[in-house]
């Protein structure tokens, strides 16, 4: 299933579009902070999907209940460019476990390249709701080798892809390895460049929320 955010108005057009405005997009802490408030929408809306039973509690003036998720969340990101945007979701879900993977591309002279996953930290992820965010999904490469290694460590009930723009052949990588997955998107673009870069996409969102690399 897919939830594209582009095909319904709301704020998170307006974040977006800052967030691909090369003119705005200097703004290190503007380019991160819309991340972090995407990932704050984000959040809200796969809430929804949650399940959820009543819970009783004392007031200072009588009994009340309210209605509290039954099962355990785990918020995982992709270094480095998703930390904003997994902080975005860890403000809404104060309570879910964490999962971090470090990946990156690395690239052959041929122009080809393969990920690189050198570092993965989770709990165990039986009967969770698993939330993957990383803010670009360009050839899936990257989501499809971090689903990989996250479920060595047990088999979630839920998983969920969040992401702020993917390309269509992204979109389709992923769904082909994994399509039990949710994927939430907030806008898809339809070319990659001959890099794999999407177009017209917004640049390197890690360089553009922290600096750039060597």
């Known amino acids: 299933m897919i939830t594209n955010f582009e095909e319904k108005d709301s704020i998170l057009h307006q974040f977006i579009g800052e967030m691909r405005d090369s003119s705005v997009q200097t703004d290190r802490m503007r380019f991160r902070k819309n991340i972090e408030r995407i990932g704050n929408v984000m959040a809200y809306e796969i809430s929804q999907t949650f399940e959820y039973e009543d819970k009783a509690i004392e007031t200072p003036l ?3 209940s309210f209605r509290e998720v039954t099962h355990r969340v785990v918020l995982a990101t992709i270094l480095r460019a998703g930390l904003p945007f997994h902080n975005g979701f860890l ?3 104060d309570y879910a ?3 971090f993977i470090a990946a ?3 690239h052959h002279k041929d122009g080809s390249f393969h990920i690189q996953a050198n570092y993965v930290t989770t709990p165990n992820l039986d009967g969770t709701v698993l939330i993957i965010s990383d803010p670009m999904l ?3 490469a990257s989501a499809v080798k971090s689903l990989e290694l996250l479920l ?4 979630p009930k839920v998983i ?3 992401t702020i723009i993917a390309s269509s052949d992204g979109i389709d990588y992923l769904r082909r390895a994994y399509p039990e997955v949710h994927i939430w ?3 898809i673009d339809e070319e990659l460049t001959g890099k794999s870069y999407i177009v017209p996409g917004l640049g390197d969102a890690g360089d553009l929320a922290f600096g750039p690399k060597m």
């Open 62 to 64: 009588g009994a009340t």
């Open 160 to 162: 969920h892809f969040a």
């Open 152 to 155: 060595e460590n047990g088999t």
């Open 104 to 106: 990156m591309r690395e």
């Open 138 to 140: 360009a050839t899936g």
């Open 97 to 99: 476990d964490n999962a």
């Open 185 to 187: 998107t907030g806008a």
């Open 91 to 93: 403000q809404f879900y």
